[in-house]
């Protein structure tokens, strides 16, 4: 996709600096590809440039009010820009920071490779495409093994990396070679945060659920007990 056809598409949601971005990305080598639309959600956009994935934010997802909400509840985060365009770039900011910790502690996620503006460039899972484990339960022949490799990434997320996932769900796993990589970790605070417990908790009912559909035996609390909670 050439940068005409996102502007043309996505005019309304990323500003001049987006592909002014862009070009200073392609200028520094990280994009040798035309791009490929990977995946469009309400707050951000994924493309493809060959083995590299961009994560760029919409600039006008979130209203100020509800991203400085969120944005406080990370207490490594002590000031905060006054614009909704400032507040996008920290977001994508606090994103990298979480990955870089996290894949520096062996968590298996995709290799952050840098970021500017709103664009967070990092390494792309596959070759032929991924897909989330929302819709791979089907293909997964050994539940229980699978099960407690995700199991592990969390533990390894939690007291290895300290940090709290926070929006951890069969949507933000995905899949290749069948083996589990965890995406989408804006939002992961450290686990000695105020709100830790609040989002620590969604997070290992949304594990529980997993375990349910996987027809896996174990509950609420041993799953705690399993990652050292």
Avoid at 59 to 79: N, T
Avoid at 176 to 199: G, T
Wanted: charged letters at 25%.
């Amino acid at each position: 996709m050439k940068y005409k056809e996102i502007w043309k598409t996505y005019g309304k949601v990323f500003d001049n600096n987006t592909f002014n971005y862009l070009n200073d990305l392609y200028n520094d080598k990280y994009i040798k590809e035309d791009l490929v639309l990977i995946s469009e959600g309400k707050e951000a956009v994924v493309f493809r440039s060959g083995k590299v994935a961009l994560k760029i934010y919409k600039i006008m997802s979130r209203s100020y009010k509800e991203q400085v909400k969120y944005i406080k509840l990370d207490p490594r985060i002590r000031r905060y820009p006054r614009s909704l365009i400032g507040l996008s770039y920290l977001w994508v900011k606090k994103e990298y920071m979480n990955l870089r910790r996290m894949y520096m502690n062996l968590v298996k996620v995709p290799i952050p490779y840098t970021y500017k503006g709103n664009i967070l460039v990092m390494e792309y899972i596959g070759y032929d495409g991924v897909i989330s484990l929302h819709n791979y339960y089907k293909n997964i022949t050994d539940k229980s093994n699978f099960f407690y490799a995700i199991l592990d990434e969390y533990k390894k997320i939690y007291n290895k990396a300290k940090l709290v996932h926070g929006d951890f769900s069969e949507y933000n796993i995905i899949i290749y070679n069948d083996i589990p990589y965890i995406i989408d970790v804006s939002q992961s605070i450290p686990v000695n945060s105020p709100s830790a417990c609040i989002l620590l908790e969604r997070d290992i009912k949304n594990i529980h659920n997993i375990s349910r559909k996987l027809s896996i035996n174990i509950n609420y609390d041993d799953i705690k007990k399993y990652i050292g909670i």
